[in-house]
């Protein structure tokens, strides 16, 4: 079992920046690929920012990209997720999901391919 705390969620002007963490449970976090996801009220669920566990490597939708930026540290079992420039529309729940052993070097990039998450942080940002 992973268990998932995230934080650094708040209000924030537009312009502004804010820096997500993921706290994950388990003593091979080395071996999850982790993911950003967020979620606006009325609307799904959607994809944000993915690491790999192999190489480190990241995926982004296309809406963030130049403008946040996911990593990790395995020694702290912690992810982030830096987000600059932040815009009104980016308002939402987000959260973090980790998936053990799975993707490889491969991002993964849907709900579907993670099993674990985290409860969310609200992030909002005023015009």
């Known amino acids: 079992q992973v268990q998932l705390v995230e934080s650094g969620g708040g209000l924030v002007q537009a312009g502004g920046s804010l820096r997500l963490s993921c706290a994950a449970s388990g003593r091979t976090f080395s071996t999850y690929a982790m993911g950003w996801f967020r979620q606006a009220p009325g609307k799904e669920r959607d994809f944000v920012a993915g690491i790999s566990w192999i190489g480190g490597r990241t995926y982004y939708a296309d809406s963030v990209k130049g403008r946040f930026t996911i990593s990790r540290d395995n020694a702290k079992n912690t992810v982030y997720l830096q987000m600059n420039s932040l815009k009104p529309e980016v308002t939402a729940v987000y959260y973090c999901?980790?998936?053990?052993?799975?993707?490889?070097?491969?991002?993964?990039?849907?709900?579907?391919?993670?099993?674990?998450w985290g409860p969310g942080t609200q992030v909002t940002v005023s015009s």
């Open positions: 999901a980790a998936e053990p052993g799975g993707g490889g070097w491969f991002v993964p990039a849907n709900l579907a391919d993670y099993d674990y």
